[in-house]
């Protein structure tokens, strides 16, 4: 029989064959597809792999390693690490309850785990099981010994707790000594200096020619001369005073225009006075004034010099104590109660021709010329001062108690405090905002 043409042949078995291929090309498309999602979302969610660190011996690279270490949990340096801080604590609590033997036994092996873990960062390798083992189990047993001794958790942070207050106690009162300390040797004298007051003022009763000498000088016209440098200091201590003047005329341009008025007291005053007047500071003026001059400070002029002149005051500073305990603290600080500290605020008062002065504390040395100070325009300020605010704790809430109506109306909480190491006065703008009376 003759076959069909192929236009004729019935299609059915063909058309089958095609879906089915159709359908198993879709089948595996879509399982790369699967295939690739899944795998594209365990690499985003895989861990990060660990780094292996180079053991060249690397002190940057020890410590890095370190602190993996201390950081896994399961790591034998962190075992090692806390049980080294507990057998701490038990040292502490041995030696209090007078039990040598176990503080011994527990310094010797702290010192065996921390050269266990000195030499690991070294290297930069973890710590073996063989290693850690004997320096553990030691630890563990000694632990368990303490605690055996009641030397319990609770015990261990009560007494962690006392000897931290203990420490800082102890530290307040070093930070507390060195500050006395450090006033100490800032006022003390070397053993052949101890009598130097006395010399120079022994030397200015036998020597007619310095008392004469500084008659003439005591109404020089430039004293009150606003062409020239005029510099204050107040102070009770003649070395220091010479160095403030020594260190300003020898880095001035032109020592001969500059004016220092000394104020002292009666004790000082004439050995400050001989000092001056047996040296010559580059060709600088120097003039000695005593507190006892200024017969216009009384204690009408000041409520504070009323209570600085009062009886039982001078009595605390003389004698070291003080009948009356309700003064305050500040009044029985000498260095508080001492006129000279005051004095700055009566410069308009001490000399009333001078128009602008820079004052200088006896703890400074000097190491540029000051004359340029004398052009800064204060734009009608009173005082300048150098910036110390760029801190808080210069700021005025950190001195004053602003709950007090009184403060908290008159004053600023943000306003800078300064310090007098070195300041200008422009005494004009001083008269008239009426400084004096208002301090």
């Known amino acids: 029989m003759r076959r069909r043409a192929p236009e004729f042949r019935r299609p059915g078995p063909r058309r089958l064959s095609y879906w089915i291929c159709s359908l198993l090309g879709i089948s595996i498309a879509a399982g790369f597809v699967l295939f690739f999602f899944q795998h594209h979302h365990q690499d985003r969610f895989r861990p990060p792999v660990r780094k292996k660190i180079p053991t060249d ?12 270490e201390l950081l896994n949990s399961s790591s034998f340096s962190r075992q090692l690490a806390d049980q080294l801080t507990l057998a701490k604590a038990y040292i502490i609590i041995a030696k209090e309850h007078n039990n040598l033997q176990l503080a011994w036994e ?32 030691e630890l563990a047993q000694l632990i368990y010994k303490a605690q055996d001794f009641h030397y319990d958790i609770a015990t261990t942070i009560a007494k962690l707790k006392s000897h931290t207050l203990a420490l800082e106690e102890h530290a307040n009162a070093a930070t507390v000594q060195s500050a006395k300390f450090g006033e100490l040797a800032a006022k003390a004298m070397p053993k052949n200096l101890h009598c130097f007051n006395i010399k120079l003022t022994e030397e200015w009763f036998k020597n007619p020619s310095l008392r004469k000498l500084s008659e003439e000088g005591r109404n020089s016209p430039r004293l ?24 300003t005329a020898s880095n001035a341009d032109h020592p ?24 010559n500071f580059r060709g600088c003026t120097v003039k000695v004034l005593s507190i006892e001059e200024l017969s216009w400070l009384n204690a009408s002029s000041s409520p504070l010099i009323k209570q600085l002149v009062h009886s039982e005051t001078w009595a605390y500073n003389i004698a070291g104590s003080s009948k009356d305990q309700s003064w305050e603290t500040k009044l029985k600080d000498p ?50 001062a150098v910036e110390t605010c760029l801190e808080a704790f210069h700021r005025f809430y950190k001195y004053l108690n602003f ?11 943000q306003a800078c405090g300064w310090a007098f190491g070195m300041n200008i006065f422009d005494l004009v703008a001083w008269k008239k905002e009426n400084i004096t009376d208002k301090y």
Request: charged share 15%; hydrophobic share 40%; proline share 4%.
């Open 224 to 247: 009150v001369d606003n062409n020239l440098y005029h510099l204050y200091i107040f102070s009770d201590n003649v070395l220091a005073t010479s160095v403030v003047v020594n260190s």
């Open 57 to 68: 011996g690397n002190n940057s690279h020890g410590t890095i390693y370190l602190m993996q």
């Open 106 to 137: 527990l310094r010797s092996q702290i010192r065996n785990g921390q050269r266990l873990l000195s030499q690991a960062a070294v290297r930069g390798k973890p710590i073996t099981l063989e290693e850690a083992h004997h320096i553990v189990s």
């Open 403 to 413: 709950s007090n109506p009184v403060i908290s109306s008159r004053f600023d909480p």
């Open 335 to 384: 260095n508080f109660a001492s006129l000279l500290n005051h004095l700055r605020f009566y410069i308009p008062q001490i000399q009333p021709q001078l128009e602008k002065v820079v004052f200088l504390d006896d703890d400074v040395v000097v190491q540029k010329d000051l004359t340029p100070l004398f052009s800064v325009e204060l734009h009608g300020n009173v005082i300048g």
């Open 256 to 279: 001969q225009q500059l004016v220092f008025h000394v104020v002292t007291d009666k004790v000082n005053y004439w050995a400050m006075t001989t000092w001056f007047l047996r040296n």
